[in-house]
Structure formats: structure tokens, C-alpha cells
């Protein structure tokens, strides 16, 4: 049995966040009411937990029973699997901190959850309104890093090698299938690299070209960012 659905839930104070996954089976269950306020719960000790998942299971809920007796009752009064999937947090130091709720239905609960951290040396209203759209971006793009070096090596590796079979094939000069390939590998880096992806407020521009803009002669740099969208790669 396949629990994929579920919820993404964030809770924050005083600029820490955390983010936390739950699954069930079914969408019906994502909506039961017992299974949201379990969900909100958890959230609040995943908080109070720093995102660590043994120190959030075995920590007591407002019933005085754990988070993993709870969990086990749940299932049996509901009937499906459900597992708490994921937890990760973001601290206040140094950073400025955001959060957006994509598909929520309440506030910070819905299917895809993003935090982001930003290391700034100026706040002003700009700034504040960048990294709510910036945390927007990242829900729609879903950026698998921030930048070219952070790009896991394998996976640049996996993509080249479809890019060479599916030109290898294709009849055409070596030398042309190298810069064709070299092309496409760079494409596919910047589309998967938040900071060279276009910004999807204004697709001319990349979302580098953007924070320079704002930051002027300040700075602006993305120090973390976490994405979770129910039942990714499940």
C-alpha cells in the first residue's frame, strides 16, 4: 500500500521555520478533519523539534501520548497507511526567512511547502516583498539547487548521457553533436538552478539579475532553500 497523498505543513516563530510531510493513501483522508489537526500538531512540535524526526516521534501531544502512539491510532481509526514522511527547519541566525504554501487549504497547510533563507545586510519593504515572490518561484520552478555547483554531479552525468544517445543517433557531424550537447546540458542546468532559472514574474530575467537588482549596493544571498511537495518521488 502507496501512501503519496497528504499534506505539507509549515509552522514559524520569531523567523525560525519548520516544514513537515504527512501522508495518507487517499485525498479523502488528506481532507478528514482528524488527520489536519494531527497534521497541525505535529507541525507545531516539528518546530519546537528543529525538523528532528526521532526527537519530534517520541515527543508527547496535547493527549500526553506521543507523537508515534498517536500516529498508530490514527491508522486504526482511519484505515489507511499514513507516515509522517519528512521534517527540516530553518534558523533565525543570520537570516531573513520565508515560507510559502502552495494549494493550501489553511493557512501554511497545503500540497507543496517551500522555506527560504536569505542572507542580507539591509531589510527594507522590497526586500520582504522579494523573498515572499522569491518562495513563490521555487514552488513553481522547483529548482533542484541553488546554483551549478550545488547540482548533484550524478545527475548531470544521468543527463548527458541521454543527451549523447539521443544524438548519437541523430546522423549529424561529432563535432556539431558535442556543441548541441553542450548546449543542451547547459540548458538543462540553468533550468534547474534557482539562481540561473528565468524569473517567472518576469521570464526575461534571471532570478540572479533579479536579487542584484534589489540588493543594489547591499547584499542579497539565497543561503538554503527547501522544497516539499506531497508524495515527490514516492
Request: proline residues 1%.
Amino acid at each position: 500500500r502507496v501512501a503519496a497523498d497528504g499534506l505539507v505543513s509549515i509552522s514559524e516563530q520569531n523567523n525560525k521555520f519548520s516544514i513537515l510531510e504527512v501522508n495518507s493513501e487517499t485525498d479523502f483522508v488528506a481532507k478528514n478533519i482528524e488527520f489536519i489537526k494531527f497534521v497541525e500538531e505535529v507541525s507545531k512540535l516539528a518546530l519546537l523539534n528543529l525538523g528532528k524526526m526521532d526527537d519530534i516521534l517520541s515527543s508527547n501531544m496535547e493527549n500526553k501520548k506521543s507523537v508515534k502512539d498517536n500516529l498508530v491510532a490514527l491508522i486504526s481509526k482511519i484505515g489507511e497507511k499514513i507516515t509522517i514522511r519528512r521534517s527540516d527547519f530553518v534558523d533565525s541566525e543570520k537570516c531573513l526567512n520565508f515560507s510559502y504554501t502552495h494549494s493550501a487549504i489553511k493557512t501554511n497547510i497545503g500540497k507543496i511547502g517551500v522555506l527560504l533563507s536569505l542572507e542580507v545586510s539591509k531589510k527594507n519593504d522590497e526586500l520582504l516583498n522579494l523573498g515572499k515572490q522569491l518562495a513563490m518561484h521555487i514552488a513553481a520552478s522547483s529548482p533542484l539547487s541553488i546554483d551549478k555547483e550545488d547540482l548533484d554531479k550524478s545527475l548531470i552525468s544521468k543527463e548527458k548521457e541521454i543527451i549523447t544517445e539521443e544524438l548519437k543517433n541523430s546522423g549529424k557531424d561529432p563535432n556539431i553533436i558535442e556543441k548541441i550537447s553542450l548546449g543542451k546540458l547547459n540548458k538543462f542546468i540553468s533550468e534547474n538552478t534557482l539562481l540561473n532559472q528565468e524569473w517567472i514574474i518576469e521570464p526575461k530575467k534571471k532570478v540572479k539579475e533579479i536579487l542584484k537588482e534589489v540588493a543594489g549596493k547591499d547584499k542579497i544571498k539565497i543561503k538554503k532553500f527547501i522544497r516539499f511537495k506531497v508524495g515527490e518521488g514516492i
